[in-house]
């Protein structure tokens, strides 16, 4: 390859002066091209063409040094003592498009606010833009809620805004203050005594604060929309309360005039937690800015955000799904009337919400004044209605399930007054009972199944081809508290019909449904509460019910097996085994098992043989113990050569499968064997996953083979590092569609973290520490939110201490003494905070010495370190 002609020192010299002028025109809004200075200077084109295209890569690349890790600019290190005939004070806030100052305008002799774009921010088209539309539509308003704008400037590049100072808050910083008046004194009445320490005054006022300022922002916004003016980023940050409490709408930046722009469709910009559904598919209007009023009322009534911890690929869909918790939910002292407005603003279908700021601001008044509200509460019926406009497929299937129970309902009801008023039992009469009892459990059957199945697993799929066993289920509250009503409907229909064996095997059914969605709720001791009830049942109406034996064999096995689940997870071994091991006495009382009882035995009899990861670190097996192991697992294998499992147990008998074989993976003494049985693991749930992409289950153990590597074995070899990174990284990326499709499902949020640790433990036995914090620091902020969902958890406290651990140990490393003291209080905080009789737990146990062990280093080192500073001075 040729290399080009160098340049010659006189060549150079006259380029970069050239080069100079290009990049100041550039800084200063200017969009000057290359080759209109390849055209000016003809002689010198060739040297442009290649000078420039790489200063202007340089000057670009600064633009990533003006904002920093959570999107807010900077300027660089570039420090300003004054701009023009400004003198700047202080700094008082930054956000995404620039830092705001305090400043005094020297020629007047005022106080200003001053927000500056930093200067290499003007080599982005969008941000300058954006800026100059601020500054036009902002400065052509005049509101008491609206922050007046003086002027802008430009000063050596630097491009202003001159706003008038607002002595105060931005909301944001405010809403937990404002939150929490309910539990506050009241403020001082108008003769500066303060009123009667009443509960009911007080929460009155922590509402009506709200209210006052929902209703000033929509009054601004009401003025500016009748200007032609959309805000388009309305949210607490960008509202500002003064001494005086009147709040004032600020940051114009997004704003669009729709006079210019009647077509309201726009690119996506904004805060997208603040984000009315619509904006997503880049529509927006009044009502759009009416939203973001809403969700703002709705955080300064509950002091919390309204969506949080998702991540940037969650977020959208909680917000088109409107994934908000009822505000009675969270807070049951805000008045009926407030609830209702909040509700209307944030509905997200813009044809119901107010469509108009005004409109949202009149009703907020009506409020404050206690006269009747406009705005009326959506009935069960509107909300049904609208949720099946939202759901057609899966609204027809369920709408003809409810409408039979009603109608099955109805017509029993009717049936037993008549029979009972005329006292005739009839065959006739019977007959017509037991039909309705049919319909009636045909119908609750179906909303047992669309309540546990989520629309967004429903797709095209047809009922028929629904796999129960896989983790298709609503991890939801809502899903919980509707099965668990569901089960006195089956009580009732059980006392009219009590020899009906299928009341109680569905019954059964439901039961282990709401027993899995709590499972992945994390509510495990709800969980067993609703399994042991089960079984109860099961003991005292199978043979009223006239349900086979083997039958009841099979739902009691079934029950067993969960119940082992549950207590596994609660590291509860003993509860665990003992209730594998009823599940295997049930078994093997049936004299010919079928398939289904084969299968139930085959898993408690696997989960004994091949116990949790964290049971084979903590416990040595004596060879006894081992070669029972071997067994089950081998009479586990004999039980699954025999079946021909159905659709629904196709992927529960994949799993086994592959547990098996990982577990004579782990056995196997020579390393081809194990390798090969670790291959033959994988690929049968591979293979699985090929016929079925969507079985959950199987995808889940999948992840979980891949991530059960031993960092301690494999630390001493290059290549098992490799392997195990290569393997982790798959894990990784195999549990992103679960976390993303399912974020409530602590099971996988656990196994996240459990990789994560693996991670950085590898990153820094490669010397990575920076890339192990990284790791670490994501670990940690997903195992926060699992304590923060169960703060009771033994295991969550008890995993969270020892990853405070892990990072103590980094920081140690980086001589970064504060950090790693704060990681050491943090990881003794979450062992104190286990309640008595969990910290007897071995796992709880074991974590005390690990942390107790560690502050004992800790203070042995600084110590040490003390004693050689003494020497030195």
Not at 90 to 113: F, K
């Amino acid at each position: 390859m040729q290399l080009p002609d160098p340049i010659d020192d006189d060549t150079y010299s006259r380029v970069d002066i050239l080069a100079s002028d290009f990049v100041a025109r550039y800084r200063n809004g200017e969009r000057p091209t290359i080759e209109e200075y390849a055209s000016r200077h003809p002689d010198l084109s060739e040297p442009i063409r290649r000078v420039f295209p790489l200063v202007l890569s340089v000057e670009k690349v600064k633009v990533d040094q003006q904002s920093e890790s959570d999107g807010s600019a900077t300027l660089a290190g570039r420090v300003f003592e004054r701009l023009g005939d400004f003198r700047l004070v202080r700094e008082i806030g930054r956000g995404g498009m620039g830092i705001v100052y305090e400043a005094e305008q020297e020629s007047l002799g005022r106080s200003v606010a001053i927000k500056v774009l930093p200067k290499q921010s003007l080599l982005d088209d969008d941000a300058l833009q954006n800026f100059r539309r601020e500054s036009s539509t902002a400065a052509a308003m005049h509101h008491s809620n609206i922050v007046p704008i003086f002027g802008t400037g430009e000063c050596d590049g630097t491009h202003y805004l001159v706003m008038q100072l607002i002595r105060g808050q931005s909301l944001d910083r405010l809403i937990g203050p404002v939150a929490t008046l309910a539990t506050a004194s009241p403020p001082p009445s108008g003769d500066g005594s303060h009123k009667s320490n009443d509960q009911t005054t007080i929460q009155t006022f922590a509402c009506r604060t709200a209210a006052e300022i929902a209703s000033q922002i929509s009054d601004g916004l009401a003025y500016a929309h009748g200007n032609g003016i959309l805000h388009r980023d309305v949210k607490p940050a960008n509202i500002l309360i003064d001494e005086d409490g009147v709040a004032q709408l600020t940051d114009f930046g997004l704003a669009r005039n729709t006079l210019e722009d009647p077509t309201m469709t726009h690119a996506l910009s904004g805060s997208p937690r603040y984000m009315a559904p619509e904006r997503f598919q880049g529509q927006s209007d009044e009502r759009s800015d009416v939203y973001g009023v809403g969700l703002t009322l709705y955080e300064m009534l509950t002091g919390t955000p309204v969506f949080k911890d998702l991540t940037p690929y969650q977020l959208p869909e909680a917000v088109k799904l409107h994934l908000i918790e009822p505000l009675r939910d969270v807070r049951t002292d805000v008045p009926a009337d407030l609830q209702t407005i909040v509700a209307k603003a944030i509905n997200p279908e813009p044809a119901h919400r107010y469509q108009s700021a005004s409109d949202l601001r009149d009703d907020l008044n009506r409020f404050l004044n206690d006269e009747p509200i406009l705005a009326r509460r959506t009935t069960a019926s509107q909300r049904l209605v609208r949720w099946c406009q939202r759901n057609p497929k899966l609204a027809g299937v369920s709408g003809i399930a409810v409408m039979s129970m009603l109608a099955a309902t109805v017509a029993s009801s009717v049936g037993f007054a008549m029979t009972s008023a005329a006292n005739q039992r009839t065959s006739m009469a019977l007959a017509q009972s037991e039909q309705t009892v049919d319909l009636a459990l045909q119908s609750l059957d179906g909303v047992v199944d669309l309540v546990a199945i989520p629309a967004s697993a429903m797709g095209d799929m047809d009922l028929g081809e629904i796999d129960s066993a896989q983790f298709l289920l609503d991890p939801s509250p809502h899903a919980a508290s509707m099965l668990k009503n569901i089960q006195p409907l089956y009580e009732r229909l059980a006392n009219q019909s009590p020899t009906r064996p299928d009341i109680v095997r569905q019954m059964i059914e439901a039961s282990l449904r709401l027993s899995q969605i709590q499972q992945q709720l994390g509510q495990t001791d709800a969980a067993i509460t609703t399994l042991r009830q089960s079984v109860e049942l099961l003991e005292t109406r199978g043979e009223l019910a006239g349900l086979p034996t083997n039958e009841k064999r099979i739902l009691i096995a079934r029950l067993h097996n969960e119940l082992g689940k549950v207590y596994g997870s609660q590291l509860d071994y003993a509860k665990s085994d003992e209730a594998y091991a009823m599940a295997i006495q049930s078994g093997e009382a049936v004299v010919d098992p079928d398939d289904r009882l084969k299968l139930q035995l085959a898993y408690a009899l696997v989960s004994l043989g091949d116990p949790p990861p964290q049971r084979r670190r903590d416990q040595t097996r004596s060879p006894d113990e081992s070669r029972m192991a071997r067994e089950r697992l081998s009479a586990a294998k004999s039980l699954l050569s025999e079946l021909k499992p159905s659709v629904h147990d196709a992927s529960e008998f994949a799993v086994l499968r592959a547990r098996i074989h990982f577990a004579d993976s782990r056995r196997a003494k020579r390393p081809a064997i194990r390798q090969a049985e670790f291959r033959s693991a994988t690929e049968i749930l591979r293979e699985r996953l090929t016929q079925t992409p969507n079985d959950s289950r199987a995808r889940f153990a999948l992840i979980e083979l891949l991530a059960s590597v031993h960092l301690r074995r494999q630390f001493g070899s290059e290549r098992f590092v490799d392997d195990a990174d290569e393997r982790l990284h798959e894990a990784l990326t195999e549990l992103q569609p679960l976390r993303s499709l399912n974020p409530k499902t602590q099971l996988f949020a656990v196994s996240e973290v459990h990789i994560l640790h693996k991670l950085s433990s590898l990153a820094r036995s490669a010397g990575d520490f920076a890339l192990g914090q990284k790791r670490l620091e994501q670990a940690i902020a997903i195992q926060s939110s699992l304590v923060d969902a169960s703060p009771a958890s033994m295991p969550h406290r008890c995993w969270r201490a020892l990853l405070y651990r892990s990072l103590s140990e980094i920081h140690r490393h980086q001589r970064n003494t504060n950090a790693e003291r704060v990681a050491i209080a943090s990881a003794v905080a979450d062992v104190e905070a286990i309640d008595a009789e969990s910290k007897l737990h071995p796992f709880a146990v074991q974590t005390q010495q690990i942390i107790h062990k560690l502050v004992t280093e800790e203070k042995d080192s600084a110590a040490e370190n003390a004693t050689i500073e003494n020497d030195t001075m």
